[in-house]
Each structure stands twice: as structure tokens, then as C-alpha cells.
């Protein structure tokens, strides 16, 4: 048996509508799922992001509760020619890129804040890639 990806990422935030802004308005991410001051869903290519209120998902009954703190990271990855035009849309939008890093062998990747302070970075593909 094997694992094809995960799925989807979330992460937790008391503000979904400052993350609506951030995540929709900035980052230019679909919303296909959103409920006032509970959640907003995004897609990032064959995935998505959730980003749960973590005072109404901890308390959940219909699906099992869920909740975290903290700076949670993530990674969107994006092709080799469109690493940088994200660096430059990223850095148009107002965002403070805090680190950019070559992992060598033709692997980069950089990293900043959302409006909840996660962690976010875009990796260029194939730093991860498994054959087994």
C-alpha cells in the first residue's frame, strides 16, 4: 500500500477573514468553502488548505475535534519558472519574504509569515521526490 499525497494541510485561525484576505486577496488561492467566523477552504493545485477557527473546531461533533496553537509551516510547490514570478507577486502583495534558500542541485525554496504568523514557503519541485 502506498500514500499518493496528502491531501489536505490546515491551519488554525481566530481571524477568517483576515486569512480570507491574505490567503484569496493576496496569494490569489480559489475560496470554495467558507462559513462566517468558522472556516474558509482554498485549493492549492490537486489540494487544499483548510483553515479552521480553532475555538469552534475543537468542539466538534460530527466530525472528530480538532485544534492546534501555534506557528504551524507548510510548502506550496510551483514550477521552476514560476518560482520567481511567486517571489515577485509575493513581494508586490506587501509580504516580507523573511528567507530564501538554495538547497543546491537546482532546489529553492522561500519562506514568510501569513496574518496568523504560520510559516509559509514555496519550494521549487522535486526536493522531496521518493521512488520507492
Same mark, same amino acid.
Given at each position: 500500500?502506498?500514500?499518493?499525497?496528502?491531501?489536505?494541510?490546515?491551519? &488554525? !485561525? =481566530?481571524? *477568517?477573514? %483576515?486569512? *480570507?484576505?491574505?490567503?484569496?486577496?493576496?496569494?490569489?488561492?480559489? #475560496?470554495? %468553502? &467558507?462559513?462566517?467566523?468558522?472556516?474558509?477552504?482554498? =485549493?492549492?493545485? /490537486? /489540494?487544499? #488548505? #483548510?483553515?479552521?477557527? @480553532?475555538?469552534? /473546531?475543537?468542539?466538534?461533533? !460530527? *466530525?472528530? @475535534?480538532?485544534?492546534?496553537?501555534?506557528? #504551524?509551516?507548510?510548502? $506550496?510547490?510551483?514550477?521552476?519558472?514560476?518560482? @520567481?514570478?511567486?517571489? !515577485?507577486?509575493? +513581494?508586490?502583495?506587501?509580504?516580507?519574504?523573511?528567507?530564501?534558500?538554495?538547497?543546491?542541485?537546482? $532546489?529553492? /525554496?522561500?519562506?514568510? =509569515?501569513?496574518?496568523?504568523?504560520?510559516?509559509?514557503?514555496?519550494?521549487? @519541485?522535486?526536493?522531496? +521526490?521518493?521512488?520507492?
Amino acid at each position: 500500500m502506498k500514500i499518493s499525497q496528502i491531501k489536505e494541510t490546515c491551519i &488554525y !485561525s =481566530r481571524d *477568517i477573514e %483576515g486569512t *480570507i484576505s491574505f490567503y484569496r486577496d493576496k496569494v490569489g488561492l480559489e #475560496l470554495f %468553502g &467558507y462559513k462566517e467566523g468558522k472556516y474558509a477552504f482554498f =485549493r492549492a493545485g /490537486s /489540494s487544499v #488548505l #483548510l483553515c479552521f477557527n @480553532p475555538d469552534d /473546531s475543537k468542539f466538534k461533533t !460530527s *466530525i472528530p @475535534p480538532h485544534f492546534g496553537e501555534g506557528h #504551524l509551516h507548510f510548502a $506550496f510547490e510551483t514550477s521552476k519558472a514560476d518560482y @520567481p514570478k511567486w517571489k !515577485s507577486h509575493i +513581494e508586490k502583495q506587501g509580504i516580507i519574504i523573511d528567507h530564501e534558500q538554495n538547497w543546491g542541485n537546482g $532546489f529553492f /525554496s522561500f519562506y514568510f =509569515r501569513d496574518n496568523n504568523n504560520h510559516c509559509v514557503e514555496f519550494i521549487t @519541485p522535486g526536493f522531496w +521526490e521518493y521512488d520507492g
